[in-house]
């Protein structure tokens, strides 16, 4: 679902990139108030997790077309919505700068579809609701499909609109939303799943990792150490996130599908122009796992980096 800069006028791409600039300087505002020493590392494994899971394209059956895990749900449950805006937002500023995944004018558009819907709409309305402070239950696994779906129409909703609003293509708003919204039905069935899954293993194997109602702490939670116990298990969570981002980027990126994604397959259904495969399956390629491992690790640095210059200026404010 990222949007390439031949879909956007300056106007969208210039109005979205505002908003999401302020998003991001609310959601930094909020993170800076945990003052958790443990929230940066997190987010940076997190991050650099979602980044190779999403260069896992799966296939939807009979459509010819593939998805990707979105992630922002995931890191929503994890992190809490501001924490998990900012990782979305890294995440999809290193595809778009290094590896020119979603243009530069559409990043703005991207970060808010991709983040804003989950992290700030589904998130909050549909898993907290249904789900509760279950975490690994049937409950909690209805709420992250109902939400996964929801946060996915949504932000294809969003694509469409903003499409529409440019007016720079030839996609009739009504033919393009009616071959949208289906595909991204089923992506979002595997998003709400995928969540399900993590989450319930996170909250069954390290449930120390879970930030429960972190939305709500933000403003509030007290400085203070760690216990040694907890850094050693905050420890052990954190290199197992970090073997599975590069088991991800390394390897299982190699059997990603080839079909086109829903955004491509969809364009191409409304404008009668066929989509060819990308390469071959399984695409067994140094290249892709060098760029799996690379993407995780400038998302890690990245996040890194803002955690850093957090720290100093919350040190320089309250000096």
């Excluded at 059956?61 to 890191?75: D, E, F, K, N, W």
């Amino acid at each position: 679902m990222h949007m390439a800069d031949a879909l956007i006028s300056p106007a969208v791409g210039g109005t979205l990139w505002v908003v999401t600039a302020g998003l991001m300087a609310w959601c930094a505002r909020k993170v800076k108030q945990t003052r958790d020493d443990r929230l940066i590392p997190m987010m940076g494994v997190l991050g650099a997790f979602i980044f190779t899971a999403q260069m896992l394209n799966f296939s939807i059956p009979v459509t010819g077309s593939s998805g990707h895990l979105g992630g922002g749900l995931i890191l929503a449950v994890l992190l809490g919505p501001y924490a998990a805006f900012l990782v979305m937002a890294s995440v999809l500023t290193v595809q778009a700068l290094f590896f020119a995944d979603g243009g530069l004018l559409a990043l703005g558009c991207n970060i808010f579809n991709l983040g804003f819907f989950p992290v700030f709409m589904a998130y909050p309305l549909i898993y907290k609701f249904i789900a509760g402070k279950e975490r690994a239950s049937t409950r909690a696994t209805v709420a992250a499909l109902a939400a996964g779906i929801i946060g996915l129409q949504l932000g294809a909703l969003g694509v469409v609109l903003e499409t529409g609003m440019s007016g720079i293509s030839e996609l009739p708003f009504k033919a393009f939303v009616l071959v949208m919204q289906p595909i991204h039905l089923a992506i979002g069935i595997v998003e709400g799943l995928a969540t399900a899954a993590v989450v319930a293993f996170v909250a069954r194997a390290r449930p120390e990792v879970l930030q429960v109602d972190a939305d709500l702490r933000a403003a509030s939670a007290p400085a203070g150490g760690m216990k040694c116990t907890d850094r050693a298990r905050r420890s052990r969570s954190t290199m197992g996130l970090l073997i599975a981002a590069t088991i991800l980027g390394g390897m299982a990126s190699w059997f990603a599908s080839t079909r086109p994604d829903g955004l491509e397959w969809s364009i191409a259904k409304v404008t009668g122009k066929a989509v060819a495969e990308s390469g071959s399956w399984p695409e067994v390629s140094a290249s892709t796992s060098s760029a799996g491992l690379l993407g995780g690790l400038l998302t890690l640095g990245l996040i890194i980096l803002f955690g850093f210059a957090l720290k100093r200026y919350r040190k320089g404010v309250l000096s």
